[in-house]
């Protein structure tokens, strides 16, 4: 963004007080839409969480002194974790292997991961619903290759929502990673390999940390996500998986404690915004459009 | 022993002949630059001698040794890249020990050596420096430094000074040069600069088009060019077309239209009697002569000591001409005649 | 990169794409079962589950709405978050610093978070249950985005182009009609695409904001999920993938023509 210092746009002529104006004339829909629709209902809900009778602290108290929310905290942080950890593992060679492929392969492959960033959330995880089923093609083939006699349960437990989590999440650590690969000077490769390192000494002392922004930045963002995840959870997931999106939707749409939800959200923003003040530093507002699409 | 042979070495990117099957030998010790524009296939042969790219055809012998299916970090290369490729997140001192850890070279002995380098490049005291923040000079040095501490059989570099500015680059030259000569290494070196080529080498192989047009040392290629490329290509030099009157005996005498006396001079290699060649007259090479060919001085370039001159002969041919700025002749009219040793019928070669 | 893959990094990378894409195509042939549970693959294949989803019209409904609010959403997020993008590019210093700070609040922020804001506010101003909340609420979470990838084309843009229009005598407007505005499109047009397939997708805000009568298809796939579902939802999800893909076939032209 740093680019767009320079845009046009600049005033051709004017006072400075005319060219306010017009700045302001040009932010002021988009201001409004936010204002009304983002920091307004988040004022409000921060105003929520300390209607308790009890306290303004009473419903953080309740939250975390209760057991069953603090396994709910735990689920939460241990999806996120695990989560991360998967799709490092399985996105950093897809990466390498994107950002070494010849042009017309890697147009191809590059479709395969943005192609899933189109489609809803919902048809994603429901798609592993079926597939995920007792008696579905995946339990079926399970049996037929003999890896097991009966079927596995794969739905509604800590597998299935690890699976369709990751299937999720997986695109958004491919895309840091690779971006920061086709960012290294090949020629520094090439001068390792020439100064007599074997091809891990490279990858372990020249290629990894280079790359290493990257890494951080799709660990970030694929932690943050998790955090949040909801849809993927509450479909896949059996009634000990609750996570923390979980229960907000149960606080409010069953249990109607506004308090409580409230404070359970201004958690999970907290969490988040804690996380992201520590990676702040490496995360610039267009890395984070760039997740997009 | 550390020759370098290439055996009929070619390379071919899809339909493009990058480079024509090529025999080059270079000696042990002996500094070799491949001189040429861009896309003669210099950087090419460079490559296909670190093992960064496969030759499609022929052979590669280091030390007698056929190294063609050996991988780079077999072969106890030191490069040089272009643009130095240091590795960002490391420290000066890291850089230059990188290959003497891959190595595993002991940690005592690692500090010596990589401290010798430093202090052979003019660098000790910046061991702990950031590459990101030397200057474009200091990151060479440390590219060289991180090439030579590994003492390689072949030092490889790849136009390392192109991006150093005009004066820099012709102290490091000198530097380089004077490493060279101290610590003769088997060393090949690329660049489209003459200058360069002339002020390091022991010998230079001047490339076009993926081919090797001549090999020699700068004197050869200067005074005894193969043909009008390699005229142009090192040095200043007036060329005059003409056809092959006569040829025998090392020498030939070629008929250019508009000047009366043809010119005679020594016979460059595959020439023919009635072909297209043309006569090279280094400016140098030309004198005011009385009863010479009329001449009239159109431009005067005054370059210090020296000064150029520009003349056009009566037949309409233009020649530059350089002499002291003391000699120069004051008026504009002149006759002029050259040094008959001094000149060359070169093969006419059609510019790309 | 210096030497190709592997043969193993290569085939590792198939599976991955494998792993990305197949799992998503597995509703496809779930929507022409004959059957009314699903299973995969079908044994007996009919357009059955298609002539109940045409005819259902709470499915109808849910699917016009979709694209009825999408339509809306993606129009206010490209005037509102282009406008934006310009006013930001005029900005310095921690002004900068603030309002891109504030247009990334809505990428970052989870989304649950927002829905149950959103649903207490909405609540108490009678908004659940409107088109018009579902259209805010969504052009609030495309409009960043909008913002953000304009801001990306404007940064790459010549700022000499705008100097030079203005020095020829063209007024600010006539600047960013005639240089400005033609030399972004492809963003801008990106953007629109981009904000209707985010309103389009959306789940969790709707299924807070939606209400009996307004509902979006992917709350009515929800709700069906939910309960007891049948090849329909696979009929429905098949529908979203379709009108989802030929939006990213959309944008994909829009880039090529950028090119």
Not at chain 1, 152 to 165: C, D, E, P, R
């Amino acid at each position: 963004m740093s680019a767009a210092q320079n845009a046009p746009g600049k005033p051709a002529s004017g006072t400075p007080a005319a060219a306010a104006f017009a700045t302001l004339f040009l932010l002021l829909p988009a201001g409004l839409v936010l204002g009304a629709a983002f920091l307004l209902p988040l004022a409000r809900l921060f105003g929520l969480s300390g209607s308790m009778p009890a306290g303004v602290l009473a419903p953080y108290l309740e939250l975390l002194g209760d057991d069953v929310y603090r396994k709910v905290f735990f689920n939460t942080v241990f999806f996120a974790i695990v989560v991360t950890a998967v799709t490092l593992v399985l996105g950093y060679p897809l990466a390498l292997a994107l950002a070494r492929m010849r042009a017309g392969w890697r147009a191809l492959f590059l479709l395969a991961v943005l192609m899933p960033l189109w489609i809803s959330v919902l048809v994603r995880t429901f798609s592993w619903m079926l597939l995920l089923e007792r008696n579905g093609p995946i339990n079926r083939a399970l049996i037929a290759s003999g890896l097991t006699d009966t079927p596995m349960s794969l739905l509604f437990n800590k597998t299935g929502v690890l699976i369709g989590m990751v299937h999720v999440l997986l695109p958004y650590a491919v895309l840091p990673i690779f971006g920061a690969i086709l960012r290294i000077d090949p020629a520094l490769l090439r001068a390792s390999e020439g100064l007599g390192a074997p091809r891990h000494v490279t990858f372990r002392r020249v290629l990894l940390p280079l790359s290493m922004r990257g890494v951080a930045t799709a660990a970030t963002f694929v932690f943050l996500l998790s955090l949040g995840f909801f849809i993927t959870p509450a479909l896949l997931g059996g009634a000990s998986e609750i996570t923390l999106s979980m229960l907000v939707e149960n606080l409010v749409n069953e249990r109607l404690a506004w308090p409580l939800a409230a404070a359970a959200s201004v958690i999970l923003l907290a969490l988040t915004l804690a996380l992201l003040a520590v990676a702040g530093r490496f995360l610039s507002p267009a890395a984070v459009a760039g997740v997009g699409r | 022993m550390s020759t370098v042979r290439f055996a009929g070495v070619s390379r071919r990117f899809l339909e493009i002949t990058a480079l024509h099957p090529t025999d080059l030998e270079v000696r042990d010790g002996e500094f070799l630059t491949l001189l040429g524009p861009s896309g003669s296939g210099k950087t090419t042969l460079l490559t296909i001698c670190a093992g960064y790219l496969p030759p499609s055809g022929g052979r590669l012998f280091v030390g007698g040794r056929d190294v063609t299916d050996l991988a780079p970090r077999h072969r106890n290369i030191g490069m040089v890249f272009q643009n130095y490729a240091l590795f960002p997140h490391m420290t000066v001192f890291e850089n230059v020990a990188y290959g003497l850890r891959v190595r595993r070279v002991a940690a005592q002995e690692l500090a010596r050596r990589v401290g010798e380098a430093l202090r052979m490049v003019q660098l000790d005291g910046f061991a702990d420096r950031p590459v990101p923040m030397l200057s474009g000079g200091q990151q060479q040095r440390v590219a060289l430094a991180r090439a030579m501490v590994i003492e390689p059989d072949i030092l490889l570099m790849d136009e390392p000074l192109g991006a150093l500015d005009r004066q820099l680059r012709k102290e490091v030259q000198l530097e380089i040069r004077r490493m060279h000569v101290a610590r003769p290494r088997t060393t090949i070196y690329v660049t489209h600069d003459q200058e360069e080529a002339l002020v390091m080498s022991d010998r230079i192989a001047v490339m076009r088009a993926g081919r090797i047009v001549q090999a020699g040392s700068g004197r050869d290629l200067y005074e005894r060019p193969a043909d009008a490329f390699v005229a142009r290509f090192l040095g200043e030099s007036n060329l005059v077309a003409g056809t092959v009157q006569s040829l025998g005996d090392g020498r030939a005498v070629l008929a250019a239209p508009g000047i009366a006396r043809p010119i005679a001079g020594r016979a460059a290699p595959g020439l023919a009697a009635g072909a297209r060649a043309a006569a090279l007259i280094r400016p140098e090479a030309l004198r005011p002569e009385a009863g010479g060919l009329s001449a009239r001085i159109v431009e005067r370039v005054y370059l210090g000591e020296l000064a150029a001159l520009r003349l056009v002969l009566e037949g309409g041919h233009e020649l530059w001409c350089r002499c002291f700025s003391a000699a120069a002749p004051g008026e504009d009219k002149v006759e002029i005649g050259w040094d008959a040793t001094a000149v060359s019928i070169l093969p006419e070669v059609n510019e790309p | 990169m210096t030497g190709r893959g592997g043969i193993g990094l290569n085939l590792f990378a198939a599976a991955m794409a494998a792993f990305l894409v197949l799992p998503i195509a597995a509703v496809v042939p779930a929507a022409f079962s004959q059957s009314s549970f699903i299973r995969l693959p079908p044994e007996a294949w009919s357009l059955r589950w298609w002539h109940v989803f045409l005819a259902d019209p709470s499915w109808r409904r849910a699917l016009v709405k979709s694209i009825e609010v999408a339509t809306w959403a993606a129009a206010l997020s490209v005037v509102a978050g282009t406008a934006a993008a310009l006013g930001i590019a005029r900005l310095r210093g921690t002004a900068r610093r603030l309002a891109l700070a504030l247009f990334v609040g809505p990428v970052v922020v989870p989304v649950i978070v927002l829905a149950v804001a959103l649903y207490a506010l909405a609540r108490s101003t009678g908004m659940v249950g409107t088109t018009a909340g579902l259209v805010i609420a969504h052009t609030m979470l495309a409009l960043p985005y909008v913002a953000l990838n304009v801001g990306v084309s404007l940064g790459m843009l010549d700022p000499r182009l705008g100097l030079a229009a203005a020095g020829l005598g063209a007024s600010p407007w006539r600047v960013f009609r005639t240089v400005t505005l033609p030399l972004i499109r492809p963003g801008v047009l990106g953007g629109a695409v981009f904000a209707f397939v985010t309103s389009f997708d959306e789940v969790v805000l709707s299924i807070f904001l939606a209400g009996p009568t307004v509902k979006t298809l992917p709350v009515r796939i929800w709700e069906e999920i939910r309960i007891e579902y049948t090849p329909v939802v696979a009929v429905a999800a098949t529908v979203m993938i379709a009108l989802a893909l030929a939006a990213a076939g959309a944008s994909r032209l829009f880039r090529r023509r950028a090119a």
